[in-house]
């Protein structure tokens, strides 16, 4: 009886303990940070209107009186109507001031396009705002007003100690209500919505609705870690899934538009794909992470540098690269012209170069291939529910394959393969098995069997 007592008084003190880590209220972190938070009109003007085919030749009409009362209405009304007219299409957004001149942070998709913004702040105070610089691949944006008078304005936290399942309380004008604050937890780190190249949101259930988008996501100290930019929603309202940009990733944006006006990304001229949990044991890795590099631009700063197709890169600036995806925006936050550091396991080895990093061009987007017909001539072979052909001219031309590409072609993948199960699709060129390079179907062949032979 004594042992139980014991248990059921020990039980009620952890609760208490936990139940007082609960915020009772966010007033005494939203108050003093309202005037930070600012809402965002922007008007665009656009040609609307016009009537397509006209000016109809009314005199081909029958020379009838019946139809003259129709003659006289379309006359005029191609009068009225036979030339487009300007209009003016407005949406909202939020923002929040990060200095005493006037710095706004939001997002682009708030400001893009847009042939005025006006912002207004927590005291109805209206001031139009000037862009100073977009980025588009982050959905960042940097706007300013000109204030007669310092304005309230709020710090950037460091959104890399969030953890999940921390508290944190988004601010912004959803669907034009201003000042409106919502609670919630980080409910995940790193999500990738396939909005952007550098995708890493915080995705968090505090409510978003349309019109937060460019507001400031807070942490309980204050600070900003999170700009709003998306939800997930079969509705158009907040079913607890909203995506923020993480702050150590927007600052430095920030930065750069804030003194250039524009970005400027490092590029190291690699093109790369993710290390599966196969790639990973047949090379030797004991976890599948890294970027597997598949090609190297001829005009890129890799060119030269020792850094080879088949390599995985496992670490930049001594960072690891825990998945393929991390390193472009690694990559794209190092400083232009930078040597940067960049690790790679080639046959069972770490080998470490140095890499001179260039500016990454706009123009450098890796397109999938996407075959629309067979080539007219390929010699085709079915290996573990793969048809591959050697590359040819044919198959070149047809598939836009570039020169430098050598391999075997993916011309098909039988449903319920292994090689389908393994995420290998028609229009795929295999360049290398277990680091060696592929010239024929039997190269390959002798490659499966080898590895079946080593894991005997």
């Known amino acids: 009886m004594r042992s139980l007592l014991f248990s059921v008084i020990a039980l009620g003190m952890t609760s208490i303990a936990h139940a007082a880590d609960v915020p009772t209220s966010f007033s005494s972190i939203?108050?003093?940070?309202?005037?930070?938070?600012?809402?965002?009109?922007?008007?665009?003007?656009?040609?609307?209107?016009?009537?397509?085919?006209?000016?109809?030749?009314?005199?081909?009409?029958?020379?009838?009186?019946?139809?003259?009362?129709?003659?006289?209405?379309?006359?005029?009304?191609?009068?009225?109507?036979?030339?487009?007219?300007?209009?003016?299409?407005?949406?909202?957004?939020?923002?929040f001031v990060i200095s005493p001149e006037g710095y706004i942070v939001t997002n682009n998709h708030v400001v893009a396009q847009a042939d005025e913004i006006l912002v207004t702040f927590h005291d109805e105070m209206k001031l139009k705002a000037k862009v100073i610089g977009t980025d588009a691949k982050t959905d960042l944006a940097l706007i300013k007003v000109e204030s007669k008078q310092p304005l309230t304005y709020v710090n950037f936290g460091d959104s890399d100690t969030l953890k999940v399942g921390d508290w944190v309380i988004a601010v912004g004008?959803?669907?034009?209500?201003?000042?409106?604050?919502?609670?919630?937890?980080?409910?995940?780190?790193?999500?990738?919505?396939?909005?952007?190249?550098?995708?890493?949101?915080?995705q968090t259930d505090a409510a978003i609705n349309r019109g937060n988008s460019g507001g400031p996501l807070f942490d309980m100290k204050g600070n900003v870690v999170g700009i709003s930019s998306a939800i997930f929603s079969p509705t158009g309202g907040s079913v607890g899934i909203g995506f923020c940009v993480p702050s150590t990733l927007a600052k430095p944006i920030i930065d750069q538009l804030k003194k250039n006006g524009r970005i400027h990304r490092g590029w190291l001229g690699v093109k790369i794909q993710e290390v599966t949990e196969e790639i990973a044991n047949s090379i030797g890795l004991t976890k599948p992470y890294g970027a597997l590099v598949?090609?190297?631009?001829?005009?890129?700063?890799?060119?030269?540098?020792?850094?080879?197709?088949?390599?995985?890169?496992?670490?930049?600036?001594?960072?690891?690269?825990?998945?393929?995806?991390?390193?472009?925006?690694?990559?794209?936050?190092?400083?232009?012209?930078?040597?940067?550091?960049?690790?790679?396991?080639?046959?069972?080895?770490?080998?470490?170069?140095?890499?001179?990093?260039?500016?990454?061009p706009e123009d450098k987007i890796t397109k999938a291939l996407q075959p629309s017909k067979k080539p007219p001539v390929t010699r085709e072979q079915v290996l573990h529910g793969m048809s591959l052909a050697p590359l040819n001219r044919d198959i070149r031309q047809t598939y836009r394959v570039p020169e430098k590409v050598n391999g075997l072609f993916v011309m098909d993948v039988e449903d319920g393969s292994d090689a389908q199960t393994r995420g290998l699709q028609p229009g795929d060129v295999l360049v290398e098995a277990n680091q060696e390079a592929l010239d024929s179907v039997a190269k390959l062949e002798a490659v499966f069997k080898s590895a079946k032979t080593a894991m005997c």
């Open 173 to 202: 004008n959803p669907f034009g209500l201003g000042g409106s604050v919502s609670a919630g937890i980080v409910s995940a780190r790193g999500r990738n919505i396939n909005a952007g190249p550098f995708d890493d949101f915080i």
């Open 294 to 360: 598949l090609d190297i631009s001829p005009d890129g700063p890799a060119k030269g540098s020792g850094i080879q197709p088949g390599d995985v890169i496992i670490r930049f600036n001594d960072k690891e690269i825990t998945a393929m995806r991390s390193l472009p925006r690694m990559v794209a936050e190092a400083e232009v012209g930078a040597r940067s550091q960049v690790t790679v396991w080639r046959k069972g080895r770490e080998h470490d170069y140095t890499v001179k990093l260039g500016e990454l």
């Open 30 to 95: 939203v108050e003093p940070r309202m005037a930070a938070v600012v809402n965002i009109a922007t008007t665009q003007k656009v040609k609307v209107g016009g009537m397509q085919g006209m000016p109809f030749n009314f005199d081909a009409l029958p020379n009838d009186p019946q139809f003259a009362p129709f003659k006289d209405f379309m006359e005029q009304f191609q009068g009225q109507m036979g030339k487009p007219r300007e209009s003016e299409l407005t949406s909202l957004g939020s923002g």
